[in-house]
């Protein structure tokens, strides 16, 4: 009994450390940036905040149009409520609530 743990454990031992070598190549071949990437503005109207709240909620930024017309406008007041849309022009960030109400505006 003793002889077969002793197998079992070295098989483990083996199966470790080679896991550990190819982790390790893997390492060095495909390294990791570490650093944070430069972040894009892909939308000059929005926020960061405003962005990755829009990214959140699987919207893509950068089809959000880049001019509001003034009709669209009404229409995110007739939908939002005026205060609600200066909060969003002010920066605050969009909620989901926000968008489904206001989606028909864009």
Known sequence: MKKILNIFFVVLG????????????????FPSDATPQEV??????????????LDRLG???????????????????????????NEIKAGDAPTATDFFKAKSCI
């Open 40 to 53: 894009m503005d892909k939308n000059p109207l929005l926020s960061d905040t405003q962005e990755k709240a």
């Open 14 to 29: 083996i199966i470790f450390f080679i896991k550990l070598l190819v982790m390790g190549v893997m390492w060095y071949l």
């Open 59 to 85: 919207i893509d930024p950068a089809s959000i149009p880049t001019e509001i017309t003034p009709e669209q406008e009404q229409c995110f007041e007739d939908a939002l409520g005026a205060d609600r849309v």
